[in-house]
């Protein structure tokens, strides 16, 4: 979860947690529950947002028990990232200045030295109105709305939209793993360390933020096909040639993706194409939803498998076991 829980003097702490092994931390020890990192309800991400209602009630049930310094510090211990919540009211009439992007999570820096922290999720979104005096009223579903001179956005869905404090980003940007729309010296370095020390199916591992940012269900599919690595696999058991090249995939195809607007991965010249962006939508990508259909370089029959709650597409040929 990335959301604001209520303690027992009525504030109310942030926690954002990355990923499975912190989610386990986050029952046992603040929780005291350690059964629920295993319950159906909640054993996975997929689960945790379906089931989003029950999970909150869950957490706030024992953060109400507490007070503001008895929670944070069970936190702490367990290494989970929390912060003080400060109210998104307080930006109101005031001038936004410049806004970052880190994998998946926005940092909006807005005058008066406050930031806003949005994490997209699987649901959250944004709608533009070019014409500032047609935007309709914000709806109960709207978190945030933006309005300037040629325009109007309005944020809804997001599984996180806070306030926070430089320390806060620190702590938020130091556990996500490196972007590959902003690279750093050393991130491949990290990458590789990461899925060295993993058991888990690559195609898993390529979705957790701490080890790479911003992959989705889409490119860790279409990746794996252009590295010609079974999704299934061990992630300690790619090799370094492989690991490195699905970093440079990562790279390579999410800059493309960000300068057209949409998830290219084919090879134009493969379809008859001059550029990425003259494929039509049914030649973009070369395995994701394509179960059953022939692969576009052997034939050979795509197949699909459900890989813990998420579905994952490969060749078998292309990606062989």
Same mark, same amino acid.
């Given at each position: ?19 499975e ?7 046992? *020890? ?17 689960? $945790? ?18 007070s ?53 999720g699987?649901? @959250? ?16 579903g709207?978190?945030?709305?933006? $309005?300037?001179?040629? @325009? ?23 556990r ?18 990461s899925?060295? $020390? ?5 195609? *898993? ?25 079974d ?13 490195? *090249?699905l970093?440079?995939?990562?790279? *390579?195809?999410?800059?493309? @993706? ?23 939508? @049914? ?25 813990a ?13």
């Open positions: 979860p990335y959301a604001a829980f209520s303690v027992k003097d009525g504030s109310k702490v942030i926690i954002a947690i990355q990923n092994r912190e989610w386990a931390r986050f029952c046992s *020890q603040v929780l005291k529950k350690p059964e629920l990192a295993t319950d159906p309800l909640f054993n996975s991400n997929n689960a $945790r947002v379906k089931n989003i209602e029950a999970l909150h009630e869950t957490i706030n049930n024992t953060s109400n028990q507490l503001a310094s008895e929670f944070t510090s069970l936190l702490k211990q367990a290494d989970i990232a929390f912060g003080s919540v400060n109210s998104v009211s307080a930006l109101s009439d005031h001038i936004g200045l410049n806004l970052v992007n880190f994998g998946k999570h926005l940092f909006h820096r807005w005058e008066g030295d406050l930031t806003v922290h949005i994490h997209l699987l649901f @959250g979104k944004f709608k533009v109105f070019t014409d500032v005096e047609k935007a309709p009223t914000p709806s109960d709207t978190r945030m709305r933006w $309005r300037g001179h040629t @325009g109007a956005m309005y944020l809804s869905g997001p599984t996180a939209c806070e306030i926070i404090g430089a320390d806060q980003e620190e702590d938020l940007r130091n996500i793993g490196p972007d590959p729309l902003a690279v750093r010296k050393g991130d491949l370095d990290r990458v590789m360390s899925l060295s $020390r993993r058991t888990a199916p690559i195609a *898993q591992v390529l979705l957790d933020q701490a080890v790479v940012a911003g992959i989705g269900n889409v490119y860790r599919a279409e990746f794996c096909f252009l590295a010609g690595i999704p299934r696999r061990p992630a300690r058991e790619v090799s370094e040639n492989s690991a490195q *090249q970093w440079e995939l990562s790279m *390579q195809l999410m800059k493309i @993706g960000e300068r057209i607007g949409r998830i290219v991965t084919v090879d134009p010249a493969e379809v008859g194409a001059r550029k990425p962006g003259d494929l039509r939508k @049914g030649n973009r990508l070369y395995v994701y939803k394509r179960a059953g259909q022939p692969c576009r370089r052997c034939e050979t029959p795509i197949l699909s498998a459900v890989l709650t998420r579905r994952v597409w490969w060749c078998p040929s292309c990606q062989p076991a």
